[in-house]
């Protein structure tokens, strides 16, 4: 299997893993401050990269310079994580899952800024073909809501962050001097933990660990290693293998697998409104795998 085909094998393990923070999350958005959650998540995930790191032969010394990089990731990886559980304490699993599919294509636009990867026609197409499926979620189909940007508040506060996000994944490589992708998912989920310690620490200190329900303790751990330590490592991978838009097109499969997720938790399948919108979501990721060939 060549470099590229395993960059998309790893986008791909990516999606369904981020679709099961959406779920979890909005279970446990709204028992604890999102920075206060994201601090420890992000300080549990350095540990188990870290882990990983050694037993894959350790750091060196070179793998650290100029560490205000990891700061840059961190803090940017960071904010998109506080500002997506302070969505979800209000915003519907699917719906926020949909805003993330307009990631591609604001992520896209800081590719070319960044990188000056330049996008094909059939990718323009693919990625407006995604963004109209990701607002006929957004808008629940309704085109006077759409007209009149009815948008929740859960909905606007989570796309802010998926901002940062689009402004991470080209940055990866921008930043990048030759470290491994586990080596670099360590510096960022550190660089990370110190600054939401920094941003958080108050309610960190305030928070009644003891009392919080299993939930959020499930949810911690699920987050910390699935959708934070193997996510980041899996990014940070197919980002040095695929251009920044191709990487974020599979975020065109986080709806589809969170319908998944919240079928299997219980919580019912979405009105046949949303599945109109997902379908648009998954046309446009084959038309850019398709342009890969």
């Known amino acids: 299997m060549g470099d590229v085909a395993r960059g998309h094998l790893a986008m791909l393990a990516f999606s369904a893993l981020v679709a099961g923070s959406f779920s979890l999350g909005s279970m446990a958005a709204n028992h604890i401050d999102p920075a206060a959650f994201n601090a420890v998540r992000f300080l549990c995930g350095a540990v188990v990269v870290a882990v990983l790191v050694q037993a894959r ?6 793998h650290f310079r100029a560490p205000w990089r990891y700061l840059v990731l961190g803090g940017l990886f960071g ?3 506080v500002l997506m559980f302070e969505g979800l ?15 591609p294509i604001m992520t896209a636009g800081f590719g070319y800024l960044l990188l000056r990867q330049i996008m094909t026609g059939r990718m323009a197409l693919a990625l407006a073909i995604g963004g109209g499926g990701a607002l006929w979620v957004i808008f629940r189909a309704d085109l006077s809501a759409l007209l009149a940007f009815e948008v929740g508040r859960g909905e606007l506060v989570y796309f802010i962050g998926c901002v940062s996000h689009a402004i991470y994944t080209p940055m990866v490589r921008v930043l990048n001097r030759g470290e491994s992708a586990p080596v670099s ?3 960022t989920m550190v660089g990370g933990a110190a600054v939401l310690f920094l941003w958080g620490g108050t309610e960190v200190a305030a ?10 303790w499930i949810t ?3 987050t910390a290693v699935m959708a934070t330590a193997v996510t980041v490592v899996l990014l940070q991978f ?6 920044a838009s191709k990487v974020m097109a599979y975020t065109y499969l986080t709806p589809t697998w ?3 997720w919240e079928f299997f938790l219980g919580n019912g399948l979405p009105t046949a409104y949303v599945l109109g919108g997902i379908a648009l979501t998954v046309l446009a990721l084959l038309l850019l795998l398709k342009n890969d060939g």
């Open 57 to 62: 032969g350790g750091f060196e010394r070179w």
């Open 79 to 81: 904010a998109y994580f």
């Open 89 to 103: 304490k209000t915003a519907p699993p699917v719906s926020a899952a949909a805003v993330f599919t307009l990631t």
């Open 185 to 187: 998912t360590f510096g």
């Open 207 to 216: 928070t009644d660990w003891s009392a919080l329900p299993p939930i959020v």
């Open 220 to 222: 911690l751990a699920y």
């Open 238 to 243: 197919a980002s040095m293998r695929l251009p």
């Open 258 to 260: 969170v319908i998944g």
